[in-house]
T-cell receptor, first 118, second 115 residues
Framework: DVKVTQSSRYLVKRTGEKVFLECVQD?????MFWYRQDPGLGLRLIYF???????EKGDIPEGYSVSREKKERFSLILESASTNQTSMYLC?????????????????FGPGTRLTVL | EDQVTQSPEALRLQEGESSSLNCSYT??????LFWYRQDPGKGPEFLFT???AGEEKEKERLKATLTKKESFLHITAPKPEDSATYLC????????????????FGKGTKLSVKP
């Protein structure tokens, strides 16, 4: 079974703090993703990575950074937490299938981290 | 622009009352359409992947179908434990633009099944 784990289920931080969210997958997937999920807005992509030390901005990267030093680990960093970053954060991973196979890249999600910034 | 629209936003059913959830999509080249189930406070759980129009997949009381414009998730004789939010997502082919590996998600349908 694919397993994606996240470092914390619940986290409470103060405005201005630096926050680290960690994600680890055990399926040797090349691709890893960070999303946030808010009521009425759905899942929004923050950053993603297709290989070690590579990263690309998603739809809402402002206020966030990421790090991928090892293939199995993808970290999301809130440089200076703000109250509008209170949200559910979800990590996902996938393996890139060859396009000619017609197979899409299924993403597998972790359990999520509910972050509250006071 | 690639997009995914799910309807209805919320659906209330009585136990045993079959129904369908809709996922309409616009994408230049469909590489895959994905269905997920999400329980409150948890991460989405993968259900199905569909690749080509006419394809169908089943799992217990759930059956997913795909046409060139939409997908349906049919729920037959639902039980209270089927209550969850169901998410639909699409992935486009690289040649048609969009980022490699990225999924475009709909906002989900919240299903409630009453005993």
């Amino acid at each position: 079974d694919v397993k994606v784990t996240q470092s914390s289920r619940y986290l409470v931080k103060r405005t201005g703090e630096k926050v680290f969210l960690e994600c680890v997958q055990d399926m040797d997937h090349e691709n890893m993703f960070w999303y946030r999920q808010d009521p009425g807005l759905g899942l929004r992509l923050i950053y993603f990575s297709y290989d070690v030390k590579m990263k690309e901005k998603g739809d809402i990267p402002e206020g966030y950074s990421v790090s991928r030093e090892k293939k199995e680990r993808f970290s999301l960093i809130l440089e200076s937490a703000s109250t509008n970053q209170t949200s559910m954060y979800l990590c996902a991973s996938s393996s890139t299938q060859k396009q000619w196979t017609g197979a899409g890249d299924t993403q597998y999600f972790g359990p999520g981290t509910r972050l509250t910034v006071l | 622009e690639d997009q995914v629209t799910q309807s209805p936003e919320a659906l209330r059913l009585q136990e045993g009352e079959s129904s369908s959830l809709n996922c309409s999509y616009t994408v230049s080249g469909l590489r895959g359409l994905f269905w997920y189930r999400q329980d409150p406070g948890k991460g989405p759980e993968f259900l199905f992947t569909l690749y080509s129009a006419g394809e169908e997949k089943e799992k217990e009381r759930l059956k997913a179908t795909l046409t060139k414009k939409e997908s349906f998730l049919h729920i037959t004789a639902p039980k209270p434990e089927d209550s969850a939010t169901y998410l639909c997502a699409v992935q486009a082919y690289l040649n048609y633009g969009g980022s490699q590996g990225n999924l475009i998600f709909g906002k989900g349908t919240k299903l409630s099944v009453k005993p």
